[in-house]
């Protein structure tokens, strides 16, 4: 399994991305989709990551001189484990947030600055909500997505279908301030809960 230092180096995060939906791409490929990656650089990280077992190379060609390879990512060398995880600092943590934001600005901006972007027609969206739940509920809520989720990300790619990227974020919020009875304040509990989105 590859380790947290190797999967949350921001280059090699776009990498990781740029395979996700059961991609199979070459170097040449994959250099196109993340043109403001300087080549060398973009070749040395890919070679990091195979090494790693991260991503795997399914064939080979001759190009010219040079040998293409087109590779694969394996999903599940891909993924932090739950013991790594527990171990990082929270200014770790916080590193790692930060290049998975900033995997996501990048994508962001690739599709609104690329051709002609229409949210509503390609069902782009970004939205922000609050729930109060218990961790049995969060644990049910988690488990449903999950049950959404993971048959969609089984589908292999097709001419009618359009790879579409999702991030989800789950965070705690801050501790509420209450008031001597224990109530939370009412200024807060009051606030706005429908879920802003732009699109």
Do not use: C
Not at 127 to 139: I, K
């Amino acid at each position: 399994m590859a380790s947290a230092e190797l999967l949350l180096h921001p280059v090699r995060l776009r990498i990781v991305q740029a395979f996700l939906g059961d991609r199979a791409l070459t170097t040449s490929q994959l250099a196109a989709e993340l043109s403001d990656i300087p080549p060398g650089s973009l070749y040395r990280h890919v070679a990091l990551l195979t090494k790693a077992g991260v991503l795997q190379v399914v064939a080979e060609r001759r190009v010219r001189a040079v040998i293409e390879r087109t590779y694969i990512l394996r999903i599940l060398a891909a993924q932090i484990q739950p013991d790594e995880a527990a171990a990082m600092t929270p200014e770790q943590h916080l590193e790692a947030f930060m290049a998975y934001v900033a995997g996501m600005l990048v994508d962001a901006e690739r599709y609104l600055m690329t051709g002609e972007p229409d949210p509503l027609r390609d069902g782009a969206s970004y939205r922000v909500g609050a729930m109060w739940l218990t961790d049995a509920e969060l644990a049910d809520l988690v488990r449903d997505v999950i049950a959404v989720f993971q048959p969609r990300l089984a589908n292999a790619p097709a001419k009618d279908r359009r790879r579409r990227m999702i991030y989800t974020v789950l965070l705690p919020a801050p501790a509420v301030p209450t008031s001597a009875g224990g109530e939370v304040n009412a200024k807060v509990r009051s606030g706005n809960r429908k879920p802003k989105e732009g699109s």
